[in-house]
């Protein structure tokens, strides 16, 4: 079996956006003087607060990962002396619950690492400073934490580098610039974590990663992709396998590095690229940014596979000046179980209550995150303690209003201006990402985020018909579903608006293919190369469809072709190799192959068709070689595991050419062929009575098959059962009576 190539669009890059000098404005309310240090009567019982015992644990832990020197906070709190100098500031930002910074409201979803003081700690500190911020006895203060400016994890086990670092002027506007990082192994890893390393920290705003699975970037700016490419939205090519983006890849200064959860790394091949969008500040002095991301390995693959959604209402912002309480909204329905793993609100300026429930299917109402006071520079992705577990039919909403008067602090226009959405720092954004990992998937449904990427994208191109992307992805979520007629009718209507698009006729034609009609998809494939001479999935799709319909000479010349344009493509020179071995030239075909698996060791179609060869040249050691591993690419595929059996056979191995045949019956039970060759292997073993099983199980199947009568007659003959050899050999030369065998079987039986 071959797969069509066609392509998945993945538009990735949360947008993040900030204005160029937000103001930072207090709203830390004035901390009434503490009663007790006013008071006439001040109660003596109460016992000191003092730094020693009760605030240094207290900002240790609550405070001293962002203050302590070269943390994300303007000064440090690590010491006494330093704590002294800040008090009063410290109980007016603590009353105020400015600081720890922290957006969502306590009570609307519960969150890891969530930094909220209790009532109790404000009054302490509140009650500390009251009472002249004594030190008390410095023999009982726990030690200052120790902050490695480095590898929180440890030494990653790979670190990729900027090769050229990014020169950021000393003033101008907030910089976004695109960074590509080749993975440079030869094998794909298993990400459990991830840091980001920037050499200038303290002009990094924030920093995401973008895995490119296509290195389709890359291609698009061979010339400049090694000096970074500005931008804030970038369209990703996701290539030939459904293979949507599954994790939040984001950083800010002084995020403690999180593993994922059990089960949930991600993964990176060969091939892949990796892309640091950075969000740079100028500082006012010249700085030159460079980036390390290191990456932490575990030998386990992913065996849950979540998915990031998003809701969004970029459209319908359009937000006059003037107006305080400008909303809008979004909603999705869950077409599966999923588990809630993280969330991501996202606004610019004027954003100021961000909102995200769940009503259930019983109509219940679930909080999932509520930001009532928004601010875009402490944004964060916020990981639930447990995940949240949303069933099937439940509805996702996103509600978000935005202030854009005056009186926003935030706001970066005065007066303000009529704002839109858009990706320019003046322009606003409505934005909900969620993390889900589908559950309670019944075992042979298709896959669960193929049914969440079909509704997300129905979604979003019935609220907006000009929405291309959604529409394409739609349709390529369909063919992944094998609902081909739906799959061409939407890649249609992608062509209606593009008609020049050759990625989107080359999907129409797979899909038209997979439907049944190659005729068709062959005029899409072939407009396609028209329109591109460099399409190579077009040509490789047109060349298998030749290669279906025995045209071996067209196909061989329609491979050689792509090869011109993409001379590394294992599946191409495999492809070739088939053609050839059409045209019976199995000497240049098995070169082909070779030649294929020395761009992919891996390539399937050259495995398989190099062990044939090698069973058919009598050399079954080489054909197990090649066999295994084809087999171990497509462990369902019952063909090779019944040319596997056959070379182990052929090479003695009889007791695991048993264990493939078993294995393939396993997954095609009602195969008269395999069953037959079972009975063959295990009359050669001399397990005779099994080898009869079989065999009637290959003729239960194949009641007409004339040779499978005469082999069970040879069986039982041999078994001393002549009755039943005759009465088999019989029904043989019944059905076939020039069967010269089975005359011959049943004139050497003894006579009763
Ligand atoms: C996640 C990082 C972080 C944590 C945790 C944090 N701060 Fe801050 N803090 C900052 C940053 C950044 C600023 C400066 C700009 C701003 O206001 O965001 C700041 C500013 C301050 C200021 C000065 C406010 C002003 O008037 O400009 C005080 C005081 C302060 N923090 C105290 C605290 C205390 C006390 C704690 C612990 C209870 C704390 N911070 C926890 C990051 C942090």
Not at 174 to 179: K, L, P, S
Not at 470 to 476: D, E, I, P, T, V
Request: net charge negative; aromatic share 8%; glycine share 6%.
């Amino acid at each position: 079996m071959r797969f069509l190539r066609c392509t998945a669009l993945a538009l990735v890059g949360c947008v993040f956006l900030s204005w160029l000098h937000p103001r930072r404005t207090m709203r830390a309310a004035q901390v009434p003087a503490d009663p007790g240090a006013t008071s006439h009567s001040a109660p003596p019982a109460v016992p000191a607060v003092t730094w020693s015992r009760q605030i240094a644990p207290l900002v240790y832990q609550n405070c001293a990962t962002c203050h302590h020197p070269g943390g994300g906070g303007p000064f440090s709190l690590l010491t006494y002396q330093e704590a002294f100098r800040h008090g009063p500031q410290m109980a007016q930002v603590t009353q105020s619950r400015y600081m720890p910074p922290w957006l969502p409201a306590p009570g609307y979803g519960d969150f890891l690492g969530a930094r909220r003081l209790s009532d109790e700690q404000i009054a302490l500190i509140r009650r500390w400073v009251a009472s002249g911020m004594p030190e008390g006895d410095a023999s009982i203060a726990p030690p200052p934490p120790h902050y490695d400016a480095t590898w929180q994890l440890g030494k990653p086990d790979l670190i990729l580098t900027i090769e050229h670092p990014y020169a950021l002027a000393a003033g101008g506007t907030d910089v976004f610039r695109n960074f590509v990082l080749p993975y440079p192994l030869t094998a794909t890893h298993y990400i459990r974590a991830m840091q980001i390393l920037p050499s200038a920290p303290q002009v990094v705003h924030h920093a995401n990663v973008l895995i490119d699975r296509t290195a389709s970037f890359r291609r698009r700016h061979p010339a400049d992709w090694e000096d970074g490419i500005p931008g804030m939205e970038l369209e990703l090519d996701a290539g030939n396998t459904f293979d949507p983006d599954s994790h939040f890849l984001f950083w800010k200064p002084d995020t403690p590095v999180l593993e994922e959860p059990a089960g949930m790394p991600w993964r990176l091949d060969p091939g892949n690229d990796l892309i640091l969008n950075m969000h740079l500040k100028p500082s006012g002095k010249p700085e030159t940014i460079g980036a390390q991301i290191g990456l932490y390995f575990t030998p386990e693959p992913a065996s849950k596979h979540p998915m990031l959604l998003e809701l969004e209402d970029d459209r319908g912002l359009d937000i006059p000046a003037g107006d305080r309480s400008f909303q809008v909204q979004d909603e999705l329905e869950l077409p599966v179980d999923v588990d809630l793993f993280g969330i991501y609100p996202h606004a610019h300026y004027l954003g100021k209550e961000l909102e995200g429930w769940a009503i259930l299917p019983d109509g219940r109402k679930q909080w999932l995150i509520r930001i009532p006071d928004w601010d875009i520079d402490r944004q964060s992705v916020y990981r639930y303690r447990t995940p949240v577990f949303l069933p099937r039919g439940t509805v996702v909403h996103m509600h978000y209003v935005y202030d854009n008067s005056e009186d926003n602090v935030h706001n970066p226009n005065t007066p303000p201006i009529r704002v839109r959405a858009g990706n320019r720092s003046v322009d606003e954004m409505a934005h909900l990402w969620l993390q889900v990992l589908p559950v309670n998937t019944a075992k042979g449904s298709p896959d669960p985020r193929l049914l969440l990427e079909e509704a997300w994208m129905e979604h979003r191109a019935k609220r907006n018909p000009g929405d291309l992307i959604a529409l394409y992805n739609l349709a390529s979520a369909l063919a992944g579903l094998g609902r081909y007629a739906e799959a061409a009718a939407d890649y249609r209507q992608v062509l209606a608006a593009n008609p020049r698009d050759a990625r989107t006729l080359n999907s129409l034609g797979a899909a038209l293919e997979n439907a049944g009609d190659s005729s068709a998809a062959e005029k899409e494939f072939t407009q396609a190369i028209a329109l591109g001479p460099d399409n190579c999935d077009a040509q490789f799709n047109l060349a298998e469809l030749e290669l279906k319909r025995s045209q071996f000479a067209q196909a061989a010349e329609q491979f050689r072709d792509l090869l011109r344009n993409c001379p590394a493509d294992a599946g191409a020179q495999s492809g070739l190799g088939v053609a050839l071995l059409g045209e019976g030239d199995s000497a240049s075909a098995e070169a082909e192959f070779e030649h294929a698996l020395d761009l992919d060791p891996a390539n399937f179609t050259a495995l398989y068709h190099l062990g044939e060869m090698a069973i058919e040249s009598g050399s079954p050691e080489r054909a197990v070689e090649f066999l295994q591993k084809a087999s171990a690419q497509r462990p369902d595929d019952v063909d090779t595991r019944e040319r596997l059996a056959m070379a182990y056979a052929q090479s003695g191995r009889q007791a695991d050419a048993l264990t493939q045949l078993r294995a393939a019956v396993q997954l095609s039970p009602g195969d008269a062929n395999l069953h037959a060759l079972l009975s063959q292997v295990l009359s050669a073993a001399g397990q005779l009575q099994q080898a009869i099983e079989e065999q009637n199980q290959a003729l239960h199947f194949e009641p007409n098959d004339a040779d499978g009568w005469n082999n069970l007659g040879v069986l039982e003959a041999r078994l001393g059962h002549t009755a039943a050899a005759r009465a088999d050999f019989e029904r043989a030369l019944q059905l076939a009576p020039d069967h010269a065998q089975a005359r011959a079987n049943l004139a050497r039986l003894p006579r009763q």
